[in-house]
């Protein structure tokens, strides 16, 4: 499933942590986020966070600025751009959802989705 995530989202020049980090800001409805909080909310917790972050600056579609009194506060927000993205990949992404899923019933795909949850929450 990853593998072919990764694959759909190439067309969007987004890698799979880069996509969460976006999805996370989203969430937030315009409030700030911090490299912790963000960090937290991966599912790959080997992400480097702050890489990923700067790769999604230098596209446009996060800001982040400094704490001039903290210089290791950092807000972090998604940028229109950031949210024209998302809105574009939701319009095909529940296209791609069907496609993996395809041939499972309805009670296989929550039983999925609950074994999914417990294997991260571990």
């Known amino acids: 499933m990853n593998e072919k995530f990764s694959d759909h989202l190439k067309q969007y020049a987004l890698s799979i942590q880069q996509y969460q980090v976006l999805r996370s800001l989203r969430e937030l409805n315009g409030e700030p986020s911090n490299l912790l909080a963000l960090q937290a909310e991966m599912v790959s917790k080997n992400s480097n966070t702050t890489r990923l972050v700067e790769k999604l600056r230098l596209k446009g579609l996060i800001s982040r600025i400094q704490s001039e009194e903290n210089r290791r506060m950092v807000e972090i927000r998604i ?41 991260r929450n571990k």
């Open 79 to 119: 940028t229109e751009k950031g949210l024209n993205l998302l809105a574009e990949i939701d319009d095909v992404h529940s296209e791609f959802k069907k496609d993996i899923v395809e041939g499972l019933t309805e009670d296989e795909i929550l039983t999925l989705n609950k074994l999914l949850e417990k294997i």
